[in-house]
């Protein structure tokens, strides 16, 4: 017997978590949408849903792993990266009848993969979308429902209607404890490109008399900027280069930290580091690039400036800003159970036309 619509309200799904294959999920270090995927997987799991995590093999989850490549393709470093993904893909195909929903966030190698299925498949996007092709890529598969991490994030695709709705980041809040004391310094936290910013980072901290605490790690493709634009700047005194962090240490940089500087210049999908550091009750001093005034209240757990000397008049009035508020604003709006119930909501809604189809 098939189950009627009404059955299908509260009972537990049967999903599929696929995860990109370049970092474990939870990553040890740096891998924003990895961790993403790991909080979500294991929330859906406590809740009682049977999911299953395709992933690298040196994940772990309390859900049932399937291993799509032995270890993350950072380490493992294969020739050929898409070749991995396309076969983990492949094995989702496979298994999809296993399932009720498959959820994807492995971009648009995802897109055919969905096509050639029964089993409602929907794709988070976690990228930036204002590159060349591919609003037109997208555009070939309206079938394919996509979530977005921001409202600011689908600005380059217009009017596409394909989108089944808009699904915030969010984290769990106990890995995050809650600093009513600001420490003596500034952080950066993230990766070092140009798109990044931490070249203004350096700029503001020493126009502000502060150290500036960078936990950040390099890329082979940015190793060139690193060397001819940021090497230079860490002659100051002022600015100590700590390198990529676990997530331990990045905890302990955001949490003691006077502010947060979020100096990027590019259309940021999301920026999860803010999430964290006001959980934290640090508050952020940023550009208002992408997604950033949607997770950043201005003036009440942050500041938002455009140019330098905004950026500077903003970090030497955090003090006057309620750490509490920051982490209540967290609290509020970008828990882990709140990005959850995001997440079942668009599941659930996928399945009634299948169910009414099948009925």
């Not at 955001?254 to 979020?262: K, S, T």
């Not at 940021?268 to 209240?297: D, S």
């Not at 909501?345 to 099948?358: F, G, W």
């Amino acid at each position: 017997m098939r189950p009627r619509e009404a059955d299908t309200a509260s009972r537990p799904l049967r999903i599929a978590q696929v995860a990109p294959l370049y970092e474990s999920v939870p990553p040890p270090r740096y891998g924003g949408t990895e961790r993403i995927v790991s909080y979500l997987t294991e929330e859906l799991v406590r809740r009682g849903h049977a999911v299953t995590l395709f992933a690298s093999g040196d994940s772990t989850t309390a859900a049932h792993l399937v291993p799509c490549a032995p270890k993350a393709l950072r380490l493992d470093q294969p020739r050929d990266a898409v070749l991995r993904h396309f076969l983990e893909l492949e094995t989702v195909s496979s298994a999809a009848d296993a399932f009720d929903v498959i959820h994807a966030h492995t971009d648009y190698l995802t897109l055919p993969f969905a096509r050639s299925v029964s089993t409602p498949t929907i794709l988070t996007l976690h990228g930036r979308l204002d590159l060349p092709d591919l609003p037109a890529l997208f555009a070939r598969y309206p079938d394919v429902p996509l979530v977005s991490i921001s409202d600011s994030q689908r600005a380059p695709f217009g009017a596409q209607s394909t989108w089944a709705g808009t699904v915030h980041h969010g984290i769990p809040l106990a890995g995050y404890p809650f600093s009513a004391a600001p420490g003596e310094y500034l952080v950066f936290i993230g990766r070092v490109s140009p798109e990044k910013g931490l070249d203004l980072a350096i700029r503001i901290a020493e126009a502000v008399g502060l150290p500036l605490r960078v936990g950040a790690k390099v890329d082979a493709a940015d190793q060139r900027y690193f060397d001819s634009v940021i090497r230079p700047l860490l002659g100051s005194p002022l600015v100590e280069f700590i390198g990529e962090v676990d997530e331990a240490t990045k905890v302990e940089l955001l949490g003691h930290a006077r502010a947060l500087l979020f100096t990027i210049d590019w259309p940021e999908p999301f920026g999860l580091v803010m999430l964290e550091a006001m959980a934290c009750g640090t508050p952020v001093v940023a550009r208002p690039c992408g997604a950033v005034p949607e997770v950043l209240v201005d003036g009440v757990t942050g500041f938002l400036g455009e140019g330098l000397d905004d950026l500077i008049a903003a970090v030497r009035a955090v003090d006057r800003l309620d750490r509490a508020a920051c982490r209540a604003h967290v609290e509020a709006n970008f828990s882990v159970g709140r990005m959850a119930d995001g997440y079942e909501a668009l599941y659930r809604k996928l399945l009634r036309p299948r169910l009414r189809a099948v009925s």
